[in-house]
């Protein structure tokens, strides 16, 4: 449990403010500021109004401003962290005198206010009372302090978008974020004290083994796997927090092999050394093959890979007989959930999916070469022959959000793409509404996706990606590697007329990925990549040695706008084309015994 949150006194004793004067209070240290001028400015940096520390605070990361037509307002000043407002993620909110504004930055709530008579709302205030509100059923729990109440709700299930609030306030935070940020404190207690422990891993030993974790992509030989005690009174790991079931090196094993916990159970789950996260079953008994999706945000990623683990599964089983199966139902039920939500819709509204952000679901925080960070959840399949289960392996996906690829987004603190150093292969996808030579191009159509604003980074994007690549792969920046590297170029129902009249070829041919096909589509894709965006053609092709071109389309047709730059399909009209045809391509280099290739037209296998 940790201490009470201090509430200083100084809260209670502020002068009166002049008529719509403005504070923000800080939620967990009862810390308020006045705003005296504008823009008032939050961040992590120096020179900000307002300074808060922490994972997930942008060096600006936001500022309350007034705006010509709008009044003032609370607008989010770097794209690659999250604000939320009232448990919605925004880029700015309108700010009116007289209500609550429940604002999450980072690890931090803050609540925003204006009025005549500040002193008596903060007077009213009491950050040592929480409640939890379910606006569906009106249940109410609490008053009790924001810890007692987080441990609480966790213990009776309590819905994550119920409301959090502490006495005084009218809005507040979803238990999801309360629980997250709980979790971060606790975990960031419990690290540090095993810092000073010294019983973190040393760099050396990081960088030895033959195992990587495909969690946090640091090797390890199999006698450091840690076992997971089974015994629930074998509660409380010193890293992962009071509630996670202990992390253990095993030296007893029962009769079939099994190692036994403290407590005489067998145990049958593993943990990576390094960051304590739960391996899935067969870990050490397939090969493992990382397949890295990259793109800048709004490329598509998210709906690309709901599509992908909707197709992919029929074409491995009825072209090559092979089964495509969850190797880890829980560790997947997120993407499964993306799957469901996006196929069983009625109407393009139901089929949104919520953009991936940098601390959100798709995320957990783990430990990793001494400090809690945020790294992407990995989703395991496994890839077996229906014949012969015997050849068989692993692959793993993720869902990183688009800013994570972006330069200046990569560092010890917060490394959650460096899996593309460690991939089979990776799967770049450029959005062509995105580049604004590409958009020239179709610019006479109708999809409402011309209308959004254009914001390319897809080149630097590429080349970001070649230097975290050569950079911990210590190669030269000269150097390419063997990885396939598929471009997807995206949305192809919107451009596919630019290639011509029957220009594509079927790659998959008598259960064999017809590799002169592929070749022959992925000459013409580049041709008129190379015409239109050349510096990513050039960048792409000075990552790997091993690189082809490939038109997808995850919808098959123009998706509706639903709101202010947002946009999805019409779920009546889903007819994805190719999304799954890179992903063989790579399965064909990397395990060519489940995805057989037909040699190419020069006899090249």
């Given at each position: 449990?940790l201490?009470p949150?201090?509430?200083?006194?100084?809260?209670?004793?502020?002068?009166?403010?002049?008529?719509?004067?403005?504070?923000?209070?800080?939620?967990?240290?009862?810390?308020?500021?006045?705003?005296?001028?504008?823009?008032?400015?939050?961040?992590?940096?120096?020179?900000?109004?307002?300074?808060?520390?922490?994972?997930?605070?942008?060096?600006?990361?936001?500022?309350v401003?007034p705006?010509?037509?709008?009044?003032?307002?609370?607008?989010?000043?770097?794209?690659?962290?999250?604000?939320?407002?009232?448990?919605?993620?925004?880029?700015?909110?309108?700010?009116?005198?007289?209500?609550?504004?429940?604002?999450?930055?980072?690890?931090?709530?803050?609540?925003?206010?204006g009025?005549?008579?500040?002193?008596?709302?903060?007077?009213g205030?009491?950050?040592?009372?929480?409640?939890l509100?379910?606006?569906?059923?009106?249940?109410?729990?609490?008053?009790?302090?924001?810890?007692?109440?987080?441990?609480?709700a966790?213990d009776?299930?309590?819905?994550?978008?119920?409301?959090?609030?502490?006495?005084?306030?009218?809005?507040?935070?979803?238990?999801y974020?309360?629980?997250?940020?709980?979790?971060?404190?606790?975990?960031?207690?419990?690290?540090?004290?095993?810092?000073?422990?010294?019983?973190?891993?040393?760099?050396?030993?990081?960088?030895?083994?033959?195992?990587t974790?495909?969690?946090?992509?640091?090797?390890?030989?199999?006698?450091?796997?840690?076992?997971?005690?089974?015994h629930?009174?074998?509660?409380?790991?010193?890293?992962?927090?009071e509630?996670?079931?202990?992390?253990?090196?095993?030296?007893?094993?029962?009769?079939?092999?099994q190692?036994?916990?403290?407590?005489?159970?067998?145990?049958?789950?593993?943990?990576?050394?390094?960051c304590?996260r739960?391996l899935?079953?067969?870990?050490?008994?397939?090969?493992?093959?990382?397949?890295?999706?990259?793109?800048?945000?709004?490329?598509?990623?998210?709906?690309?890979?709901?599509?992908?683990?909707?197709?992919?599964?029929?074409?491995?089983?009825?072209?090559?007989?092979?089964?495509?199966?969850?190797?880890?139902?829980?560790?997947n039920?997120?993407?499964n959930?993306?799957?469901?939500?996006?196929?069983?819709?009625?109407?393009?509204?139901?089929?949104?999916?919520v953009?991936?952000?940098?601390?959100?679901?798709?995320?957990?925080?783990?430990?990793?070469?001494g400090?809690?960070?945020?790294?992407p959840?990995?989703?395991?399949?496994?890839v077996a022959?229906?014949?012969?289960?015997?050849?068989h392996?692993?692959v793993?996906?993720?869902?990183?959000?688009?800013?994570?690829f972006?330069?200046?987004?990569?560092?010890?603190?917060?490394?959650g793409?460096?899996?593309?150093?460690?991939?089979?292969?990776?799967?770049?996808?450029?959005?062509p509404?995105n580049?604004p030579?590409?958009?020239?191009?179709?610019?006479?159509?109708?999809?409402?996706?011309?209308?959004?604003?254009?914001?390319?980074?897809?080149?630097?994007?590429?080349?970001?990606?070649?230097?975290?690549i050569?950079?911990?792969?210590?190669?030269?920046?000269?150097?390419?590697?063997?990885a396939?590297?598929?471009?997807?170029?995206?949305?192809?129902?919107?451009?596919?007329?630019?290639?011509?009249?029957?220009?594509?070829?079927?790659?998959?041919?008598?259960?064999?990925l017809?590799l002169?096909?592929?070749?022959?589509?992925?000459?013409?894709?580049?041709?008129?990549?190379?015409?239109?965006?050349?510096?990513?053609?050039?960048?792409?092709?000075?990552?790997?040695?091993?690189?082809?071109?490939?038109?997808?389309?995850?919808?098959?047709?123009?998706?509706?706008?639903?709101?202010?730059?947002?946009?999805?399909?019409?779920?009546?009209?889903?007819k994805?084309?190719?999304?799954?045809?890179?992903?063989?391509?790579v399965?064909?280099?990397?395990?060519?015994?489940?995805?057989?290739?037909?040699?190419?037209?020069?006899g090249?296998?």
């Amino acid at each position: 449990m940790l201490p009470p949150l201090p509430i200083p006194a100084t809260i209670f004793v502020l002068n009166l403010f002049k008529k719509n004067d403005w504070v923000v209070v800080d939620c967990l240290t009862g810390l308020s500021t006045k705003m005296v001028t504008f823009p008032f400015e939050i961040g992590a940096g120096e020179g900000v109004d307002l300074k808060l520390d922490g994972q997930g605070v942008a060096e600006r990361h936001c500022a309350v401003n007034p705006v010509k037509g709008q009044g003032l307002c609370l607008i989010k000043q770097e794209g690659g962290h999250m604000l939320v407002v009232d448990g919605q993620a925004v880029d700015y909110c309108k700010l009116l005198p007289d209500q609550d504004y429940a604002v999450k930055v980072g690890g931090h709530f803050l609540v925003i206010r204006g009025g005549r008579e500040l002193n008596t709302w903060l007077r009213g205030l009491d950050f040592n009372q929480w409640t939890l509100q379910d606006s569906a059923t009106n249940q109410i729990d609490g008053p009790m302090g924001f810890d007692e109440l987080c441990q609480f709700a966790k213990d009776h299930q309590r819905n994550h978008q119920t409301l959090l609030l502490p006495q005084g306030m009218t809005n507040g935070f979803l238990l999801y974020d309360a629980m997250e940020v709980r979790a971060s404190r606790l975990a960031a207690t419990q690290l540090e004290t095993l810092v000073e422990e010294e019983t973190v891993l040393t760099a050396a030993e990081v960088s030895q083994g033959l195992l990587t974790c495909i969690v946090c992509w640091l090797n390890f030989d199999i006698g450091d796997i840690m076992h997971i005690a089974s015994h629930d009174s074998l509660r409380g790991d010193p890293v992962l927090g009071e509630d996670a079931q202990q992390r253990f090196l095993a030296t007893r094993f029962n009769d079939r092999g099994q190692a036994v916990d403290a407590m005489g159970l067998p145990c049958t789950d593993i943990a990576c050394p390094h960051c304590r996260r739960r391996l899935p079953q067969g870990f050490t008994g397939a090969k493992n093959h990382i397949i890295s999706i990259v793109g800048d945000q709004g490329a598509g990623k998210s709906y690309y890979l709901s599509v992908l683990l909707n197709e992919l599964p029929a074409r491995l089983f009825n072209d090559f007989s092979v089964v495509f199966q969850d190797a880890d139902p829980t560790g997947n039920a997120i993407i499964n959930q993306m799957k469901q939500v996006l196929f069983g819709a009625r109407t393009p509204e139901e089929a949104r999916l919520v953009k991936t952000q940098l601390e959100g679901g798709m995320y957990e925080r783990l430990p990793r070469q001494g400090r809690m960070v945020a790294l992407p959840r990995p989703f395991v399949f496994s890839v077996a022959s229906a014949a012969t289960p015997a050849q068989h392996c692993s692959v793993i996906f993720y869902d990183n959000a688009g800013e994570h690829f972006q330069p200046g987004r990569d560092s010890l603190d917060s490394p959650g793409a460096q899996h593309v150093a460690s991939s089979s292969g990776i799967l770049f996808l450029f959005d062509p509404f995105n580049n604004p030579d590409f958009r020239r191009q179709i610019a006479d159509g109708t999809d409402p996706q011309l209308d959004k604003p254009v914001i390319d980074q897809q080149s630097i994007i590429l080349s970001e990606m070649k230097v975290r690549i050569t950079r911990l792969l210590n190669l030269e920046l000269t150097q390419q590697i063997d990885a396939p590297l598929a471009v997807m170029v995206g949305k192809s129902d919107a451009w596919i007329h630019l290639l011509g009249e029957n220009a594509l070829q079927d790659p998959v041919q008598s259960g064999r990925l017809d590799l002169a096909a592929l070749q022959h589509n992925s000459q013409k894709v580049r041709e008129l990549m190379k015409k239109i965006c050349t510096p990513l053609v050039a960048n792409a092709e000075s990552i790997s040695r091993n690189v082809l071109f490939f038109p997808v389309s995850s919808f098959g047709h123009a998706p509706m706008k639903i709101g202010p730059g947002d946009y999805a399909p019409n779920p009546l009209k889903l007819k994805p084309f190719m999304v799954e045809i890179p992903v063989l391509w790579v399965l064909s280099r990397v395990a060519p015994e489940l995805v057989p290739g037909q040699p190419e037209a020069n006899g090249a296998a």
